[in-house]
């Protein structure tokens, strides 16, 4: 399962030519490019536009907090108690991507220092 980060998915929407060619090696393929429940409503607020939403969730499943997934949030914020941890959208998403096994794509590796267990591509 390969997760897409908001900035990669609003690139995505805006046709721009990297990052639609980065996403296109992994369309069609055994891999399941999905997006998380918190890039939904990001996304849902900056374009506002029912139709592309609607889009957008019938092309990338979408994946939700669960048990699970609060479970490892939790252990990723107790990692950071003697120190500063990322924005929490970023613990957020992290925490979804690592409780389903996956790996995220996104252009802002450095805004999830620190989540050492979370899988980049």
């Known amino acids: 399962m390969i997760f897409i980060d908001t900035d990669i998915l609003l690139e995505y929407l805006q046709n721009v030519p990297s990052t639609v060619s980065k996403l296109d090696i992994y369309i069609g393929k055994d ?6 429940d918190l890039t939904l409503a990001e996304i849902a607020y900056l374009i506002q536009d029912k139709t592309i ?3 957008i969730i019938e092309a990338f499943p979408v994946v939700s907090m669960d048990g699970k997934a609060s479970l490892e949030l939790i252990r990723i914020m107790k990692d950071f108690q003697f120190r500063k941890p990322p924005k929490f959208r970023y613990l957020y998403n992290s925490a979804i991507v690592i409780a389903n096994d996956g790996h995220i794509i996104t252009k802002q590796k450095s805004n999830y220092q620190g ?5 980049f591509l």
């Open 31 to 36: 891999e399941t490019l999905v997006i998380t």
């Open 53 to 55: 939403i609607e889009e």
């Open 115 to 119: 989540i050492l267990e979370l899988r």
